[in-house]
């Protein structure tokens, strides 16, 4: 550790860090970067859509130095050149939140699944995270330290019925990937770990949450009885990319209501099947059975 100073605020201060967040246009990127400015760091806001990272810069807390970037993750040049000017900006890039990512396929029954969204999704979200974390990590190698958090999900630590496949493997492949380079670089002084969220109101989830057979099902199966809060996410955030974490490397932190703590999940009733069924166009919704 930095320093011997065993107060909460020194232990999680990040003052003079700077941290990138991708997919900060909306949802949980932009209260992270929120939560990164407000204890300190100078943030670049990375996203697709530049109009939306311009209402969040104007929103950090006052005095915050502060970046907008376009950056599609599946492209490595914006990668490269999102890197590259953050570096020219502040001198380097202290923290870097893997945030940015996409359900591609929708729900379709797996069966069904088009094998363009699956490879849509893979790309997103293993291929553009992995050159991300390269992207960064280079330089913080090169300058002998950080820490590097990826946004995974609990979808990626065991099998969910009826989640969409191409994102659940992605999930997965992006915690293998934490594991190995956290395992890797650690002698170097990089950190890389991940969150797992469980069900977080988002822009990624908040139509399925507003359906109330399905918000059901996901409160029954959570044992702290409720979907989570964004905040909650706020403290992990932190623990990673302080120095308050510093003896942290490859892990990834389930933030899920303790729902990876039960050892199965129920089917779905016939509310939510007939739901997730209608929700696909063209019958992808619906299971291939036996004689059909």
Known sequence: MASSDLRAGALF???????IVTGASSGLGVMFANALATNGANV??????????????????????????????????????????????????????????????????????PPELFAAGIDANVNGTFNCLTSAGRRMLAAGGGSIIVIASIAGMSGHRGYPAGYGAAKAAQIQLVQQLGSTWADRGVRVNAISPGWFPSEMTDDLIGIP????????????????????????????????????????????????????????????????????????????????
């Open 13 to 19: 201060d990040l003052t003079g860090k700077t941290a």
């Open 44 to 113: 670049v806001l990375a996203a697709r859509r530049t109009d939306r990272l311009e209402e969040v810069q104007k929103a950090l807390p006052e005095g915050t130095r502060s970046l907008t970037v376009a950056c599609d993750i599946t492209a490595v040049d914006q990668i490269e050149a999102m890197c590259e000017v953050t570096t020219e900006e502040f001198g380097g890039i202290d923290v870097f939140v893997a945030n940015a990512g996409v359900v591609a396929e929708g729900l379709p029954a797996i069966e069904k699944t």
């Open 213 to 292: 057979a399905w918000q059901a099902r996901l409160t029954e199966q959570t044992p702290l009885g409720r979907l989570g809060e964004q905040e909650e996410l706020i403290g992990p955030l932190l623990l990673l990319a302080s120095d308050a974490g510093s003896y942290m490397t490859g892990v990834a932190i389930p933030v899920d209501g303790g729902w990876t703590s039960t050892s199965g999940s129920s089917p779905y009733s016939e509310e939510v099947a007939g739901i997730l069924t209608s929700i696909m166009p063209d019958g992808l919704g619906m299971p291939v059975l036996p004689g059909g």
